[in-house]
């Protein structure tokens, strides 16, 4: 595969997709960060408590959101490094499902991985599964890394 797209969000799951594309990837690795305007609690870090980050939507929300996406992408490109493996790195806004597959579609990219965090039962029901979702509506592969 020449190009493949990776949804990252930090987690350690995102992170092994991003490793699994590296190794599968031909010339070019896209690792996407969608920022979701709708998760008072996106731009926290996982072990953080969300009460004591910036007001949801604020400018500092953000902005802080802003510095979680370069601090991945960051990680990323020291995994990268060396790999002969050229990465680009994107940052959009939105729903995080739609904006994948938009954005794969757009750019024509020859697959999407991205990791699956494994919600089962009433959880996966009432926040829906990205990778689901993803899986379901992209027009080319797509590889859910567990």
Excluded: N
Excluded at 84 to 112: K, M, N, Q
């Amino acid at each position: 595969m020449d190009t493949i797209l990776v949804a990252v969000d930090g987690s350690p799951l995102s992170k092994r997709a991003f490793e699994q594309a590296l190794a599968h990837a031909d010339s070019t690795v896209v690792a996407l960060h969608v920022i979701d305007p709708t998760d008072p609690g996106y731009s926290a870090p996982f072990d953080v408590d969300i009460s004591t980050e910036p007001l949801h939507g604020s400018e500092e929300w953000y902005e802080r959101a802003d510095e979680l996406a370069a601090d991945i992408f960051d990680e990323l490109a020291a995994l990268a490094d060396g790999s002969g493996v050229e990465l680009r790195t994107e940052t959009h806004r939105g729903d995080p499902a739609r904006t994948i597959v938009d954005f794969a579609r757009r750019e024509g990219v020859d697959a999407v991985y991205l990791g699956g965090h494994g919600r089962t039962g009433e959880t996966d029901l009432l926040f829906g599964s990205v990778a689901e979702l993803v899986a379901g509506r992209a027009p080319m592969s797509v590889m859910v890394v567990r």
